[in-house]
Every structure is written in C-alpha cells, then in structure tokens.
C-alpha cells in the first residue's frame, strides 16, 4: 500500500510539473483560455502622451504664440568716401572694400498686420539698408517711420501679405518675480527664447535714455536681442528689450526692456506725426535731499528742487524761481526729477498745466504753458 502511494504521488507531480511547462510554453495546446494573464503595466507606462499637450511648467505655448511676430533685423551701412591718400593707404593695410561696409544685426516685433515694427533706435541708426528676415523664412525691405531716440526706439514698416502679429499685454499689471521671456536673435545665431522673471520695475537714471523707465529681468538676452519680444507667460509683448548690463558683452543676468505703454505711445506719435514732441519746463530739478529741506525749514524730504532755469523758458515765463520745491504737477505728487521729467514730457507742448509749489514756506499754484522739449540727438551704444 505504501508504495502504491509513493508511485501515485510521484505521477500526480510529474504531470502537474509537464502542465505548467506545456501553460507557459505552449498554452495553444491546451485549448483556448488556458493563456496566462498579461504583465501588469504601470499606470505611467500605460498613459498615452497626446503630442499637442505642453508639459507642466513648460512655456511652449507662449514662445509659440509670441515668436512668429519676433523679427531678425539685418542692417548694412554704405562705406563713406574717402580722399584718394585714405584710399591709398586703407587699401594698402586692408584690402579691397565691398561698396558697402558690414553693418549690425537686431530684432524687432511686428506689431500690426499692415507691417508696422516696433524696434531700437540704435539697431538702425545710420543704416542706408534694412532688411527684416521673418520666422517663417521670409524676407522683406523695411523703411523707417521715424524715430525716438530719447526712449531709443523706432518704428519700420514691411509690406507683406499675411503678417503675424503679436498681443499687446499690460505692463502696469507687473510685479516683481512674475515669470517673463525673452525673443531675439542674440549672435545673428537664429530666433531664441530665454526665460526668466521680472527682477526689478521702474529702473532709472541709468544713462541709457533721456527717458527712462526700464522693466529689468534675469532672462538672458545678448547682444542682437535689442528690438526684441519681452513677452508675458501668455504670450502677450510687455516690452522691448534694450539693453544690458555686462562687463563681459554676454548676459550678466540683468537685462532692460522699455515697457509696452511707452513704445505704444512713441508708436502712435511716430506713424501719426513722423515725430514725438513732448513738453518742457525749461528748469534745472535735482531731488529734495535733506540738507535743502533743512534749508527751506521743511520737515519732509519729498518733492523737486528748482535749482536752475533757463532765461525765457516756460518755468520761467511763468514766475518759478530758484529754490522753489515741486509737489506736485498738473494733481499728480512729485516726489523726483525723474517724476517730474516723465510727467512733463507726457504732456503736449503749449499745454497750460498747474505746478503746484512751496517757496519759503508758503503754497502756491503757478500755472505753466509747456515748451517743447528739444529734440535729443543720437547716442552711440554698446
């Protein structure tokens, strides 16, 4: 008896061992529903990626949006003449000279579809030749509209047909750390992007522009993004990017873009008038330090010193003298020089406007009729 068990228990194993062996290897033998169930996959491994759907984080959609309106700006200047000795020597050390001389490469951004764009004004000053080259590949003459180079920019014109434009965005609405990007064609290398965050508002009295009022951030932009997109994380243009800071040519990680307001404003001047004609004092302003409030027996430090007038100005036309202190122009505080310059010039020449003052304590309201601001001339730039 017990070696018929033995024997039984023996088979029972060996054809249980033969099954699994015949399950896993050729479970069509056995008929259908014998298969094994499928390995199970991982809910990550078994999520399809739809190729439309931008990642988490990602800014594609805003470079996207933005890019196609970003525009490379290829200038080229005409060599000047020169007296046969010049010729004589330049040759000599240099070679022969193609009729025109090698000029500079910038950005610009298409801002309406009949072809205006928006760019620096140091991008194409001096240039005999403008040629805007399209994300799209395609190539355009561009002319110039005007120019601004007390806010260093510029307004060209393209005539092609179907022309992307971008959205205008609000730079008021800003803040400190808001994420932002940066389109150019820094190099001459092609279109880039570069992000970054808005590192600082308001920048000024830098000595770049006679107005200034700079959006700063840390995204990277070099040399050939001036004229370029500094665009919101929708996409939409919150400034044009001007100019950097660097001991080195590259980015240091401070950058400065005139806000969409100014460039709109100088825009609308230009295509309408050829020109932009602000108002003027006529008034030498430095900042109230404390020493010339002490002086004036103020108590507070806020407000803009007159500390100088041109003769037959409209300040002093109007009767300020020196030594006033500005509080505030047309019912808006002053509390700078730069205050004061910005609201000024934001006002159309001939204008009558209320300068709001102390002089020896007392308060008064003098009201001035605006000059016009003389035109700046041209700076050279790095």
Avoid: C
Avoid at 115 to 140: C, F, M, P, Q
Avoid at 212 to 226: H, L, V
Avoid at 267 to 293: C, F, H, I, T, Y
Avoid at 306 to 328: F, Q
């Amino acid at each position: 008896m017990k070696r018929l068990w033995l024997i039984f228990s023996q088979t029972v194993a060996v054809a249980l061992a033969a099954y699994f062996v015949v399950l896993t290897l050729k479970p069509q033998w056995l008929g259908p529903g014998t298969a094994l169930p499928n390995p199970v996959v991982s809910v990550i491994d078994s999520q399809p990626v739809a190729s439309g759907v931008a990642p988490v984080g990602s800014f594609r959609v805003a470079a996207q949006k933005a890019a196609a309106a970003v525009i490379s700006i290829n200038t080229t200047q005409k060599r000047k003449a020169r007296s046969a000795a010049e010729e004589f020597w330049f040759r000599h050390f240099n070679g022969e000279e193609s009729e025109e001389s090698n000029g500079g490469l910038g950005s610009g951004v298409i801002v309406t579809t009949s072809g205006y764009i928006l760019t620096n004004n140091h991008v194409i000053a001096d240039a005999d030749d403008i040629e805007v080259v399209l994300n799209d590949g395609r190539k355009s003459q561009a002319k110039v509209v005007g120019t601004d180079p007390d806010t260093d920019l510029a307004v060209l014109k393209i005539e092609l047909p179907g022309l992307p434009t971008i959205t205008l965005g609000n730079a008021e609405a800003l803040q400190v750390g808001d994420q932002v990007l940066a389109i150019g064609n820094p190099f001459g290398v092609g279109q880039t992007v570069t992000s970054g965050i808005v590192s600082a508002l308001g920048r000024n009295q830098l000595g770049i522009n006679a107005f200034e009022n700079f959006i700063q951030t840390d995204a990277a932009i070099n040399p050939g993004n001036s004229g370029g997109a500094l665009v919101d994380v929708n996409g939409s243009l919150l400034g044009i990017n001007t100019a950097i800071y660097s001991r080195s040519g590259g980015s240091l990680g401070i950058g400065f873009a005139i806000p969409v307001s100014t460039a709109r404003q100088v825009m609308d001047a230009l295509v309408k008038d050829g020109q932009v004609s602000r108002g003027w004092l006529g008034a030498s302003l430095q900042n109230l330090s404390p020493e010339a409030a002490k002086v004036a027996g103020l108590s507070r430090t806020s407000g803009v010193l007159v500390n100088g007038l041109l003769r037959n100005g409209p300040a002093a036309k109007a009767g300020l003298k020196p030594g006033d202190i500005i509080d505030a122009i047309g019912g808006k505080p002053m509390d700078t020089d730069t205050q004061v310059r910005n609201q000024v010039s934001s006002m159309k020449p001939g204008a009558t406007v209320p300068v709001e003052i102390t002089r020896e304590g007392k308060k008064l309201v003098i009201q001035v009729e605006l000059g016009e601001r003389p035109k700046a001339k041209p700076q050279n730039r790095q």
